[in-house]
C-alpha cells in the first residue's frame, strides 16, 4: 500500500478531488530501495532473534536444570526416607544406573510414586554404594545423576547430587 | 524496531537469570546434600563410637565427663571422623578441606529429673540428657552453606541402685505381706522327713575378689573388708516391716527368725573381738591386761559335762567382775588367745513352744531351749541338714588352712555343699583355694531387729571357730527371760549369786550355768535394760502397737550396736565395755558398706532417698531415662509378630542384645528362656515377665574387661513367674506383685531379686539368689572402669532435634564456631 500508486477512473457524478500534489512530483520507492531496505531490516532481525533465541534456550536450559535439579533433590530425600534395605546392602555389589522403575520397584514404600509423572526427555540414573572404603559399612552414599539434551541444540547436559545416609538417616 | 530490540534483550536477560537461577539452585541443593553427607557420616561414626572405648575415640570419653558445663569437640576429630565424605567432597566436586569448616560442642547438659536421684550428693554425675551440636559449612564455587544440627542423647546407667547392690531387695516387708513357710527345726512339719524348702543368698564374695583382681584373699577379708571397713556388694535391703525372715534353723535347734535393724552389719560377727587384738588395743590405751591364771575360775567354761571345743585352752571372762577374777582397772584376767563372739539369734513359732511335734517325734521348743537348754542343744544338733532351712544370713567365706582340704562338716560345709552344686563351674578355680560359703549378709532399712543374745567364746583356730560359732555348745550361753515383776523385788546393781534367788521354774542345771556368767549379766538392772528397751524405743517413728505384740517374750530389739553396749558395758572400768566405747562407733566394728563412707555409716549416699517411704524409689520414674521404647511386645496387627524379638535377637548369633533403658508400654506377658543375651541394660515393662527356661548371659563375664560384661536390670509392673529352676542371670524386680514360683520351680536369679512385696507362699519352693558383682559399680571405681556401665544414645526425641541451613561467609574466615 505505501509503495503503490492507485490510478483508477473517478467514479461518475462525483466531482473530482483536487490532488494536493502537482502530477509531475508523483513518486515511489524504487525495487532497489526497497531491496536495501529489505536487508537492513533483515539484518536488524539477525541480532533481536539471536537474542531472542539465546534468552529461549537460555530459559529452556536454566528451566530444565531446574526440573532436572528438583527431580534429583526428590529423588535422593526419597531414597534417604525410603527403607535403608531397599538399596544397597552390606556385602552387595554397589548398584549403579538405576532407572525409576526399578528405584520405585525396590520398596512397597516407594508405592504411589510413578516414573511417567517425570518428564521422559530426563534420565535419571541412581548409584547406591557403601560410602567410600573407610568403615562403618552401614554408612551408604547415593549419587543421582540427571541428564537431558538441550531442547534448542540437543547438547548433552547432566547435573548430579551426592549424599550420605545411615538406617538412623538425618 | 526499538520496541521488538528492547522485547528481545529483556528475553535475553532473562534467560541468563533464569539459567543462573537454575545452576544456583542446583548448586545450592547440591551443596546442601554434600553437607548433609559429612553431617551423616559424623552422626553415624559417633552414633557408633559412643559406647566403644579407644583412646581415639575422645567423644565416648566426652559425654562421660562429670560437667555440666558445654564441651567443646575437637574439629580435627569432627573431621577425622568424616574422611569418606570428604573424599567424597574432593573426588566429585573438586572440594578441598579448607573449604570444608566442622564445629562441634556437646551443651544443654542436665540431669534427669527423677524424684530423689536429682540431689547433689545422690545424683549421679555422669548420667545426663545433652545435645550434640554439629554445624558443617561447605563452600564450592561461588556458593557456601552451612547446615547445623542438634541431635539429644542420653547418658544412662545401666545399673539401677540401690536395687543395684542388692541381693534381695524387698520394699514392704511387713509380716501381713510377707508371708511365711510353716517350719519346725527345718522343716515342713507337713512333709517331714523331706527337708524344707529354702531361699539361699549368695553375696558374691567370690567375684569380687576376683574383680578386684586380689591375689590374697585373706587381705581382702580381713585386712580390707574388716579393717577398713570395705564391704563388698550384695546385701539385703528391706524398708520397712518386721520382717519374718523365716524358718532358719540351727544345729542346736535354736531358730533364726531373725529381724534386722537398718545399721550395716555383719552378722556373723556383730562382736567379733580377736583377744590379742583387743589386748593389745588396751595396752595401746595404757591399760595392762594379762590372761586368767586360773582356768577354773572360767564363768562360761564346760561345766556339763559336755567336751569343750576350746580344748584345755583357759577359757576367758566375758565381762571382768568379782566373781571373774578381781579385774581392776588397767588389768583384766582374759586370756591370751581366742576370740570372743557376742552375737544373737532369731526366733520362730517353734522356738516358743514348749514341745512339737515332727514326725514321730516331740522335740524341744523356746521353753525348753531358755530352762533346759543344756540338753536341748545335743539333740538338735544331731538334725538333718541346718542349712537347708530358711533364709541364711549367717554364711561367710574362709580361706582353707594351709595343708587342709575342705573341712565341709558343719553347716558351712552343707551350704557350700548346696552352693557347690549350684555355681561349680563359676567358683571351681576359687573352689581349690577357699571354702566358699554364702557370704555375709548387709542389711539395710526400716528393720526392727530382735534376738536373743548369747555368749560365746572360741580358743582355737578357724575350723574349731566355725563349728563353734555356727553350732550352740557349752560354752555358749543364753540370757533367759525374767518377768519385769520378779526382777523388781531384787536389789538392781548386785548380781544374783544364789540359786535359791533364780525363779523356782528353772531346772538345777539352768541355774548353775547361769550362775557362772559375768556378774554384769547377772544384775536384774541388765535385764530391766533389756526389758525397758521394749517399751521405750520407738524405732523409725513407728508404733509400738504394731509390732510389739509380734515380739516374743524376752527378745531384744533395738539397731544392733546399742543392744551391744547394753549388753556388755555395764560396769564403768570393764576393759570391754572400754573397748567397744571405743570402738563401738567405729566402722571398725560396725562395718559400714563402702559406698557408706563418704557419706557417714548410717546410710549411705542413698540415705535421703529412703529416708522417705520406699514408695519414693519408682523404677517406673526411670522412663525419663528410656534410650529405647517399643510400645507392643507383640504387632498389633499381627499378634504372633514379637517386636520384642524382631528388635532384640539377633537371629545369625541367635543371642539377645540389650543396650541402654528399654522401656515397653505394651501390657503382653514378656516370655524370657532358653536364650542367651549380651549388653547391659535395663528393661521396664508394664506387663507381667515370665521365665520359661534358662536366660544367661552370653558368657561368663571377664573382669579384665568390663566394656564386655553383660548386666540385665528387669523392672515389671505385671509380676514375675518363674516357671523355671534354671539359672537367670539379672536383677529382677517386681514393682507391684510378689515374685511367683510355679509348682516345683524353685527359682535361680544370679544377679538379684526386688519386689514391692516378697510373699513367701508364692514361692513354696524356695529359690536362690546370687549376687553377681558385674552389678557392682563401687564409689572407689574410677571413672574409667566404670565408662563402659553407661549406655549412651542418641534419642532423636522432637523436642530439641533442630536442624538448620544457613549462608555465612564468615565461617571461612574466621575460627570462631559458625
Redesign the interface.
Known amino acids: 500500500m505505501f509503495f503503490s500508486q492507485k490510478n483508477h477512473p473517478e467514479p461518475a457524478g462525483r466531482p473530482p478531488v483536487a490532488s494536493p500534489s502537482p502530477r509531475g512530483s508523483r513518486a515511489g520507492f524504487t525495487i532497489i530501495e526497497i531491496l536495501i531496505t529489505l536487508v537492513l531490516?533483515t539484518l536488524?532481525?539477525i541480532?533481536?532473534?539471536q537474542?531472542?533465541q539465546?534468552?529461549?534456550?537460555?530459559?529452556?536450559?536454566?528451566?530444565?536444570?531446574?526440573l532436572?535439579?528438583i527431580y534429583?533433590?526428590d529423588i535422593?530425600e526419597l531414597i534417604r526416607g525410603g527403607p535403608y534395605e531397599a538399596f544397597y546392602e552390606n556385602g552387595q555389589k554397589e548398584e549403579k544406573g538405576l532407572d525409576l522403575k526399578e528405584v520405585f520397584g525396590r520398596s512397597p514404600f516407594f508405592k504411589g510414586y510413578d516414573p511417567s509423572s517425570y518428564i521422559d526427555r530426563f534420565t535419571i540414573a541412581v548409584d547406591v554404594g557403601p560410602?567410600?572404603?573407610?568403615p562403618?559399612k552401614?554408612?551408604k552414599?547415593v549419587?543421582v545423576t540427571v541428564a537431558w539434551k538441550e531442547r534448542t541444540t540437543e547438547n548433552p547436559k547432566s547435573?548430579?547430587?551426592?549424599?550420605?545416609?545411615?538406617p538412623?538417616?538425618? | 524496531m526499538l520496541v521488538i530490540f528492547t522485547l528481545a534483550v529483556m528475553l535475553e536477560k532473562q534467560g541468563k537469570h533464569e539459567d543462573i537461577s537454575a545452576h544456583m539452585v542446583y548448586k545450592s541443593e547440591a551443596i546442601t546434600a554434600m553437607a548433609e553427607a559429612v553431617v551423616e557420616e559424623i552422626i553415624h561414626n559417633i552414633r557408633e563410637q559412643l559406647n566403644i572405648a579407644g583412646n581415639d575415640n575422645q567423644i565416648y570419653y566426652q559425654v562421660r565427663q562429670r560437667t555440666t558445663n558445654d564441651i567443646p569437640i575437637d574439629s580435627a576429630y569432627l573431621k577425622r571422623i568424616s574422611p569418606n565424605s570428604h573424599k567424597m567432597l574432593l573426588e566429585e566436586f573438586s572440594i578441598e578441606d579448607q573449604d570444608v569448616v566442622i564445629k562441634g560442642k556437646i551443651t544443654d547438659i542436665a540431669a534427669f529429673d527423677v524424684k530423689g536421684f536429682t540431689q547433689e550428693d545422690v545424683r549421679d554425675e555422669i548420667e545426663k540428657s545433652a545435645s550434640f551440636e554439629i554445624a558443617i559449612s561447605i563452600k564450592w564455587a561461588d556458593q557456601y552453606k552451612t547446615v547445623a544440627i542438634t541431635r539429644p542423647f542420653k547418658v544412662v546407667r545401666t545399673t539401677m541402685p540401690v536395687f543395684s547392690e542388692s541381693t534381695l531387695f524387698v520394699n514392704n516387708a511387713q509380716p501381713i505381706y510377707f508371708g511365711q513357710w510353716p517350719s519346725l527345726y527345718g522343716y515342713d512339719p507337713g512333709k517331714f522327713p523331706a527337708p524344707q524348702n529354702t531361699i539361699q543368698l549368695d553375696h558374691g564374695w567370690h567375684k569380687y575378689s576376683k574383680y578386684n583382681k586380689k591375689s590374697d584373699f585373706t587381705r581382702i577379708m580381713e585386712t580390707d573388708t574388716l579393717r577398713q571397713a570395705m564391704v563388698p556388694p550384695g546385701r539385703v535391703f528391706i524398708q520397712k516391716g518386721i520382717v519374718p525372715i523365716t524358718n532358719g534353723d540351727r544345729a542346736s535347734g535354736m531358730l533364726q527368725k531373725t529381724f534386722h535393724s537398718h545399721e550395716s552389719e555383719l552378722l556373723p560377727a556383730q562382736a567379733q573381738i580377736k583377744l590379742k587384738d583387743l589386748k593389745t588395743f588396751l595396752t595401746q590405751k595404757g591399760m595392762t591386761v594379762s590372761a586368767d591364771p586360773d582356768p577354773s575360775a572360767d564363768p562360761v567354761g564346760d561345766t556339763s559335762g559336755t567336751s569343750s571345743t576350746a580344748g584345755d585352752t583357759p577359757a576367758p571372762t566375758v565381762a571382768p567382775g568379782a566373781e571373774a577374777g578381781a579385774a581392776t582397772e588397767g588389768e583384766s584376767n582374759l586370756p591370751d588367745d581366742g576370740e570372743l563372739f557376742v552375737r544373737y539369734v532369731g526366733h520362730g513359732e517353734e522356738v516358743k513352744a514348749e514341745t512339737s511335734k515332727l514326725g514321730d517325734k516331740d522335740v524341744d521348743g523356746y521353753g525348753k531351749y531358755f530352762y533346759s537348754f543344756l540338753t536341748g542343744w545335743e539333740e538338735h544338733s544331731a538334725g538333718p541338714d541346718p542349712a537347708i532351712s530358711g533364709l541364711d544370713l549367717y554364711g561367710r567365706i574362709v580361706e582353707k588352712e594351709a595343708g587342709e582340704g575342705f573341712s565341709g562338716g558343719g553347716i558351712f560345709g552343707k551350704i557350700a555343699g548346696l552352693i557347690k552344686k549350684a555355681t561349680s563351674a563359676i567358683l571351681s578355680k576359687l573352689w581349690k583355694k577357699y571354702d566358699i560359703r554364702i557370704s555375709p549378709t548387709l542389711v539395710y532399712g526400716q528393720v526392727i531387729q530382735t534376738y536373743f543374745p548369747i555368749v560365746d567364746y572360741v580358743a582355737t583356730g578357724w575350723t574349731e571357730k566355725m563349728k563353734n560359732t555356727f553350732s550352740f555348745n557349752p560354752n555358749q550361753v543364753p540370757l533367759p527371760h525374767f518377768d519385769p515383776s520378779f526382777l523388781e523385788k531384787l536389789p538392781q546393781d548386785e548380781p544374783i549369786s544364789e540359786a535359791e534367788k533364780l525363779p523356782d521354774t528353772w531346772p538345777a542345771d539352768l541355774k548353775e550355768k547361769w550362775l557362772k556368767l559375768p556378774e554384769d549379766i547377772r544384775k536384774p538392772k541388765f535385764y530391766k535394760i533389756i526389758n525397758t528397751t521394749i517399751l521405750q524405743q520407738n524405732p523409725f517413728g513407728l508404733d509400738f502397737q504394731e509390732f510389739g505384740p509380734l515380739l516374743p517374750q524376752g527378745a531384744l530389739f533395738a539397731p544392733a550396736w546399742e543392744a551391744l553396749l547394753n549388753y556388755l558395758v555395764p560396769e564403768e572400768d570393764s576393759p570391754i565395755r572400754q573397748y567397744l566405747n571405743n570402738v563401738g562407733s567405729k566402722d571398725e566394728f560396725f562395718l559400714s558398706n563402702e559406698a557408706d563412707r563418704k557419706y557417714g555409716f548410717t546410710g549411705g549416699p542413698y540415705a535421703k532417698i529412703f529416708s522417705e517411704p520406699l514408695t519414693d524409689f519408682n523404677p517406673f520414674l526411670f522412663y525419663v531415662k528410656a534410650t529405647d521404647y517399643i510400645s507392643a511386645i507383640y504387632d498389633p496387627r499381627n499378634p504372633k509378630d514379637s517386636i520384642f524379638l524382631k528388635k532384640y535377637y539377633n537371629k545369625e548369633d541367635e543371642i539377645f542384645e540389650f543396650k541402654g533403658v528399654i522401656y515397653i508400654t505394651g501390657t503382653e506377658p514378656l516370655v524370657l528362656g532358653n536364650a542367651k543375651y549380651r549388653g547391659k541394660a535395663i528393661i521396664i515393662t508394664f506387663g507381667k515377665v515370665i521365665f520359661s527356661g534358662p536366660f544367661r548371659k552370653e558368657k561368663e563375664d571377664d573382669p579384665e574387661k568390663p566394656e564386655d560384661v553383660s548386666a540385665l536390670t528387669i523392672i515389671t509392673l505385671g509380676g514375675v513367674v518363674f516357671d523355671t529352676s534354671n539359672r537367670i542371670d539379672a536383677q529382677i524386680y517386681s514393682y507391684i506383685f510378689p515374685p511367683l514360683s510355679a509348682p516345683g520351680k524353685r527359682f535361680y536369679v544370679y544377679g538379684g531379686l526386688g519386689a514391692n512385696m516378697f510373699d513367701l507362699t508364692r514361692v513354696e519352693d524356695g529359690g536362690i539368689v546370687v549376687f553377681d558383682w558385674a552389678y557392682h559399680i563401687p564409689l572407689t571405681m574410677d571413672d574409667k572402669a566404670r565408662a563402659p556401665y553407661y549406655h549412651v544414645a542418641i534419642t532423636d526425641e522432637i523436642n530439641k532435634y533442630g536442624y538448620e541451613i544457613r549462608r555465612d561467609l564468615s565461617v571461612f574466615q574466621s575460627e570462631e564456631p559458625p
Open positions: 531490516v536488524l532481525f541480532p533481536i532473534v537474542l531472542m539465546l534468552g529461549t534456550k537460555r530459559v529452556y536450559r536454566g528451566g530444565d536444570e531446574t532436572a535439579t534429583a533433590a535422593i560410602a567410600g572404603e573407610i562403618p552401614k554408612l552414599q549419587r547435573i548430579k547430587m551426592v549424599t550420605f545416609y545411615s538412623s538417616t538425618l
